[in-house]
């Protein structure tokens, strides 16, 4: 017999018509501490708008709610969503990602933690350009002679960045990492201090520095606390299982007044442990006194299929869950066998054909697997088919070098402080190396005490060798008032134009990255502003162009892949030490892997291909023997009448 639910008065016709009763129920009676537990697929996104919606209709006024996500491209689609929804335009709410929001708090309380509000934010690459500085100024005082084997800038800034999200000591991140470093744990906590040091004296934070510096503003300054907290009547919080402890603090500490603090997520889908997030932040919360639980489990994604499969790979250490389907029935679940890497990228690569011959998009197509390199033989046979592919890796649109350098001229105008980014511009013009680019630094740095004469103090290092007239004649044309798409303009069509056709084989997409990055500029009023907005955004939200994406099929990581869906999966490798992988089975740790599994298999909507190899690795050769492995097996947990079996080979 169907049922038809009667719903409550008083609720405002746009929620109470487009919510299921579990995403209806979170909505109405969420309150206090919350947290919401949201299968994949089932619509938080959606709770999350409308909850913002209901509490703007029900008379809280935006300024007094605070979104929190880790996206920024996360926040602006709940937000606009929430706009339409509500008929409000929500002005004077806080949302973004953390480390947004813990910049708005710095920038209006700068002075109570002895910093400059013009500060500016090292990306990861300029955070490890220092620490790489730092480590040869310690070997240079040593006087190294081959005998100190310190980690790369890499891995060093990974030891300090670990450390502070995750509130451990230096010698408990070291043992993390690698327990050989405890043989240098001097000297990286001198590089730590030289880092520190630095960081201060050129007006700079890092990403870091932005998530701790707010909780030591908070902790320091009660008063401070009691007013940002008096300020949000509601907190909400998304993907929560991914928070570390210092994110976690930050809103426990922000709910302190009204202890509406509502978070969102799942449990069974937190994978980034290796930097810091902490899947048990979601336990700590629930065991709180007074914490109601509301589960929304409807799948909205899936095929019927892919949903049974999916109930069973659900984690064991996480929460019960059980997914409910409501799309019509598919395909069943492939699980394929080929005998090794190779066969394997023939299979996906031909069945990939014929899935665009069926009239499915490219776009919609998706090939996962754990580790980067087990992509590397099927991009060979997809290049040689001359299947168009995208790569989900590489480097942010922000972290590409001439992107870089120009961001490095907005740098300095704004903090003429900022040593780094004035080592990056003077090193762009001929003559200027790593020591003359110091002794430049060093003339600019005095010269600040004296009414800002930075051009005086190049002047004098204008010579027929080092060539920096370029740089003077355009610091003479730009201020810090100006906007940041001017500036950009000047600086592309003065001088960096020309530079890029000289020392760039790709000049041409180049130019258009730069053309991008102009309009994306003209949306700002302030070089600040600007700044801060492509600092602080956690993931890549002004990408490179790229031509015809929607003709290109995506190979990805799972971790890439989180939040992402496609019409078609495959998924690589499914042996013993492929994946799960090898350190995990080693360490122990097959929960996280569990969890990896879990939010590959549910990225798929209508075809899912799951594919082991026979002798159990991907690579079944070592010189001129056969290896089998066996054990750790994920595909094992499947019932047989789950998925269907099919054994890959060749009809010759």
Not at 17 to 42: F, H, W
Not at 132 to 161: T, W, Y
Not at 526 to 553: H, N, P, Q, T, Y
Not at 575 to 580: E, H, Y
Request: overall charge negative; proline content about 4%.
């Amino acid at each position: 017999m169907k049922r038809y639910n009667l719903k409550p008065h008083g609720i405002p016709n746009f929620i109470q018509e487009s919510l299921d009763n579990e995403q209806l129920n979170a909505v109405l009676n969420s309150k206090g501490r919350t947290l919401i537990v949201a299968g994949p697929g089932s619509g938080k996104t959606r709770v999350i708008t409308f909850k913002i919606a209901y509490l703007v209709s029900s008379g809280v006024n935006p300024q007094n709610i605070l979104l929190v996500t880790f996206t920024r491209a996360a926040s602006r689609e709940m937000i606009e969503r929430a706009r339409r929804v509500s008929g409000s335009d929500l002005r004077g709410m806080l949302a973004g990602t953390f480390h947004h929001v813990c910049n708005h708090f710095l920038r209006k309380y700068a002075t109570h933690l002895g910093i400059s509000s013009d500060f500016t934010i090292l990306d990861r690459e300029d955070s490890k350009d220092l620490i790489k500085h730092c480590k040869a100024q310690l070997m240079e005082q040593r006087g190294n002679d081959g005998s100190l084997k310190l980690p790369s800038p890499g891995v060093i800034q990974s030891i300090f960045s670990y450390s502070v999200n995750c509130m451990v000591s230096l010698d408990e991140s070291i043992a993390k990492h690698n327990r050989k470093f405890f043989a240098v744990r001097d000297e990286l906590e001198e590089i730590w201090k030289s880092y520190t040091q630095l960081k201060l004296e050129h007006n700079t934070l890092d990403y870091d520095d932005l998530l701790i510096k707010a909780v030591e503003l908070f902790e320091n300054n009660p008063e401070i606390l009691i007013r940002e907290s008096s300020r949000f009547q509601w907190i909400l919080v998304d993907e929560f299982q991914d928070t570390n402890l210092v994110q976690y603090k930050l809103v426990e500490m922000l709910a302190g007044v009204h202890g509406n603090l509502i978070v969102v997520g799942d449990d069974a889908q937190s994978i980034y442990s290796f930097r810091g997030a902490r899947f048990e932040n979601v336990y700590d919360f629930l065991n709180r006194d007074q914490t109601s639980v509301f589960k929304i489990q409807t799948n909205y994604r899936s095929t019927p299929e892919i949903v049974r499969l999916v109930n069973h790979l659900v984690p064991k250490s996480s929460l019960e869950k059980q997914l409910k389907a409501v799309r019509p029935s598919g395909p069943v679940p492939v699980i394929v066998e080929t005998w090794d890497n190779l066969d394997e990228a023939s299979f996906v690569a031909q069945k990939i054909n014929e899935h665009i011959e069926d009239g499915i998009q490219p776009n919609r197509i998706a090939v996962l697997y754990r580790s980067h390199f087990h992509s590397l033989e099927l991009q060979l046979e997809l290049d040689r088919r001359r299947v168009p592919y995208i790569v989900f890796s590489g480097p942010k649109f922000v972290e590409t070098a001439h992107v870089k350098d120009i961001l490095a001229f907005l740098k300095i105008l704004q903090n003429p402080y900022d040593q780094l980014s004035w080592g990056r511009v003077l090193r762009l013009f001929p003559g200027v190396g790593i020591r003359r680019a110091t002794q430049i630094i060093n003339a600019i740095r005095e010269s600040l005490g004296n009414d800002n004469e930075v051009i005086s103090a190049l002047r004098p290092f204008a010579t027929p060798r080092v060539r920096i007239e370029r740089l003077i004649s355009l610091l003479e044309e730009l201020n810090s008032e100006q906007s940041p798409e001017e500036v950009i303009s000047t600086i592309y069509k003065g001088f960096y134009g020309e530079y890029m056709d000289e020392h760039f084989s790709d000049a041409k997409e180049r130019r258009m990255d730069i053309e991008r990055l102009i309009e994306v500029a003209d949306r700002y009023d302030s070089i600040g502003e600007f700044l801060e907005d492509l600092a602080v955004s956690e993931k890549v939200d002004i990408e490179r162009e790229i031509v015809d994406r929607e003709e290109k099929i995506v190979l990805s990581t799972v971790h890439q892949a989180k939040g992402l869906e496609w019409d078609v999966v495959f998924i690589l490798a499914m042996n013993p030490g492929d994946f799960p992988h090898a350190l995990a089975i080693m360490e122990g740790n097959l929960d996280e892997e569990e969890r990896i599994f879990y939010v590959a298999v549910t990225r798929a909507r209508d075809y899912l291909y799951l594919i082991r190899q026979r002798t159990g690795r991907s690579r079944p050769m070592i010189g001129n023997s056969y290896v089998f492995r066996s054990g750790h097996d994920f595909l094992t947990k499947i019932p047989e009448d789950v998925a269907e079996r099919w054994d890959v080979g060749w009809n010759i």
